[in-house]
């Protein structure tokens, strides 16, 4: 009843997986980096594994750029420097 012979055969997909990436990666630089560049990240990851190299690392890439142009960390790195400068101004 279960023979292998007759199973049907799971078909990779071409490059589907890392032109996904790449798309989301591209999306995530201009709109919810901080969601869309962390599964960019992971999906490019994953293309690199299924031997999807250039689109994986062009996904990566995007997703680096995202997180390194979000609003949100700009201004959580920002905050951070502010309360650095505000305590050393302080002792002075």
Same mark, same amino acid.
């Given at each position: 009843m279960n023979d292998p012979k007759n199973a049907p055969a799971i078909r990779e997909s071409?490059?589907?997986l890392g032109l996904a990436a790449v798309a989301i990666g591209l999306v995530g630089i201009f709109t919810l980096?901080?969601?869309?560049?962390p599964v960019a990240f992971i999906l490019g990851a994953l293309? +690199?594994?299924r031997l999807q190299i250039a689109t994986g690392l062009l996904a990566i890439l995007f997703? +680096?750029?995202g997180v390194l142009t979000s609003p949100i960390l700009m201004g959580i790195v920002g905050l951070g420097a502010?309360? +650095?400068?505000?305590s050393q101004?302080?002792?002075q």
């Open positions: 071409g490059v589907s980096s901080f969601v869309l560049s293309a +690199i594994l997703s +680096i750029v502010l309360a +650095i400068v505000g101004m302080s002792y």
